[in-house]
Antibody, heavy 112, light 112 residues
Framework: EVQLVESGGSLVQPGGSLKLSCVASGFTFSNYWMDWVRQTPGKSLEWIGEINTDGSKTNYAPSIKDRFTISRDNAKSTLYLQMSNVKSDDTAIYYC?????WGQGVMVTVSS | DIVMTQGALPNPVPSGESASITCQSSKSLLHSNGKTYLNWYLQRPGQSPQLLIYWMSTRASGVSDRFSGSGSGTDFTLKISSVEAEDVGVYYCQQFLEYPRTFGAGTKLELK
């Protein structure tokens, strides 16, 4: 069974940092480009960025560029999202996805 | 950025009737390779998005043949024939021709 399981979500203060993880199983993780997508409660989906299969190339949305970093560890079948200098607008559910496969999402709340 | 604009449905849709969801892009998604870089997703209540259609008209694995995608370079339609209870949710179109990848605002389908 294919699974993507995110973790690391929490309440964080504005200007703080947080690292999300996404563990993959049931498919060959190292063969897939992986994305992070977020969703503000009750609103639409926003693409954050992606990483290629070996982790050598990333692309980011302008709204988070230079604040968020996507990385991966294929040996651990794990995708990461390092978030820094977070803002209240970053409050959302964060999903990891290959496009075909999606995690259940993890909540990040930015508030003082 | 490419703007994706989705139309609304005349909700609620009677069970067994067909429903068509429209999506328009601000730029042609037809690549010189002949492929159209458009996805359709369904997000059921309380769940993560699920890929329905990719390359504008190719059904994802396991997706019912009641779902079909069509369109031109900028105007797209997702048709659901004989709507069922499991089709309830929000439908999103997404372009993956250019960065940043962008989603439509979503179209809600309710069942009568």
């Amino acid at each position: 069974e294919v699974q993507l399981v995110e973790s690391g979500g929490s309440l964080v203060q504005p200007g703080g940092s947080l690292k999300l993880s996404c563990v993959a199983s049931g498919f060959t993780f190292s063969n897939y480009w992986m994305d992070w997508v977020r969703q503000t409660p009750g609103k639409s989906l926003e693409w954050i960025g992606e990483i290629n299969t070996d982790g050598s190339k990333t692309n980011y949305a302008p709204s988070i560029k230079d604040r968020f970093t996507i990385s991966r560890d294929n040996a651990k079948s794990t995708l990461y999202l390092q978030m820094s200098n977070v803002k209240s607008d970053d409050t959302a559910i964060y999903y990891c996805t290959s496009g075909t496969y999606w995690g259940q999402g993890v909540m990040v709340t930015v508030s003082s | 950025d490419i703007v994706m604009t989705q139309g609304a449905l005349p909700n609620p849709v009677p069970s067994g009737e067909s429903a068509s969801i429209t999506c328009q892009s601000s730029k042609s998604l037809l690549h010189s390779n002949g492929k159209t870089y458009l996805n359709w997703y369904l997000q059921r209540p309380g769940q993560s998005p699920q890929l329905l259609i990719y390359w504008m008209s190719t059904r994802a694995s396991g997706v019912s043949d009641r779902f079909s995608g069509s369109g031109s370079g900028t105007d797209f339609t997702l048709k659901i024939s004989s709507v069922e209870a499991e089709d309830v949710g929000v439908y999103y179109c997404q372009q993956f021709l250019e960065y940043p990848r962008t989603f439509g605002a979503g179209t809600k389908l309710e069942l009568k």
